[in-house]
């Protein structure tokens, strides 16, 4: 039988953190807010299974991954319409340093992004995103090295510009 307060209890202590992580993977907020959706959908279709795994949270974050990888292949021109309406849009309170480090997560490789992401803002250490991205360790210590050089090169490159347009130096 479902438990229907242990599971409202699991969504608010972790909906949040898991939509940042996915919008964080993806550049993309809509596509992670669908994303995380489909995920505690079927986390909580399977939560017998789910709530016995040794993280629930990761198992979430997985589906959700996956999910939005499969909404790309899928979908190609619509994410690029989504792009560009996200483009046009006023945010408020966000920071410069914000806005270009999401540029940045943007122009690094998938796989770097999200080992960068999981490694520094979910805060898992090597051997946890190495079990659940399904790679080795050592691949995910290259993935972060690389995934760090080039975030580097991208916020302090020549091309790396302020919102006022001026080079940063």
Known sequence: MRDTAEFDAFYSASVHRLLGHLYAMTGNRAEAEDAVAEAYARAWDRWATVRECDSPEAWVRRVAYRVA????????????????????????DVSVD????????????AEQRRAVVLHHLAGLSVAEIAAE?????????????????????????????????????
């Open 69 to 92: 990888v499969s909404a790309w292949r899928r979908t190609v021109n619509r994410m690029r319409a989504h792009r560009r309406e996200a483009t046009g849009r006023h945010v408020d």
């Open 98 to 109: 914000h806005v270009a480090i999401v540029a940045a997560l943007r122009r690094i490789s």
């Open 133 to 169: 991205v399904g790679a080795n360790e050592n691949t995910v210590k290259t993935r972060l090295a690389r995934g760090r050089r080039a975030l580097a090169a991208h916020l302090t490159g020549p091309d790396h510009h302020g919102v006022d347009g001026r080079a940063r130096s």
